[in-house]
């Protein structure tokens, strides 16, 4: 009948449209809501081999798992999230527990690593150091062989808390 034909007709269009803008436009933002990575349980009740440090904590396979979803979203949105920072475009809340905290800044280093800041051109690197002599400072200021501020050139992250 005419009305299922227009009506198919009209969807068909609606998708071809969306299609077209979605490739051929850069969004000016995305809104990411997620849950955590995986973490351990929250009690002992069917595993006693977990200790108390390790409940409810963010295990490296959940650190893994918002790496890679930065590391996509960067990718996905390389117009947004592909260059250097700028505390105007990724804005992170979280609440405290340490399992949001830690997963957050997990897929911010899958966002922004390499994009970090510099020292600046012809900035002597032996300047940026603390201001007192330890043989840590010097271990670790050998092995900070390029300008970038911190290894990999990575950029912490600012999260707001929500309590």
């Known amino acids: 009948n005419k009305y299922q034909i227009m009506k198919r007709f ?11 803008i979605a490739t051929s436009q850069s969004p000016d933002m995305v ?12 009690r002992n009740t069917y ?9 409810g904590v963010l295990t ?6 918002h790496y890679i979803l930065g590391k996509a979203l960067q990718e996905t949105y390389p117009d947004l999230l592909n260059q250097p920072f ?9 609440d ?14 899958g966002i922004q ?3 970090g ?3 600046g051109d012809n900035y002597p690197p032996e300047l940026a150091v603390p201001a007192f002599n330890s043989p840590y400072i010097n271990d670790t200021l050998k092995n900070l062989t390029d300008s970038a501020a911190l290894p990999f050139n990575h950029y912490p992250m600012i999260i707001d808390y929500v309590t």
């Open 10 to 20: 009209i969807l068909i269009a609606v998708l071809f449209l969306t299609a077209q």
């Open 31 to 42: 809104l990411e809501i997620c849950r955590h990575g995986a973490r351990g349980p929250t």
């Open 47 to 55: 595993d006693p081999s977990w200790t108390d440090d390790q409940l």
């Open 60 to 65: 490296p396979q959940g650190m893994r798992q």
């Open 86 to 94: 700028n505390k105007t475009l990724i804005y992170t809340i979280a």
């Open 96 to 109: 405290t527990s340490n399992r949001t905290i830690r997963s957050a800044i997990s897929q911010y280093y």
């Open 113 to 115: 690593l390499g994009h």
């Open 117 to 119: 800041p510099g020292l």
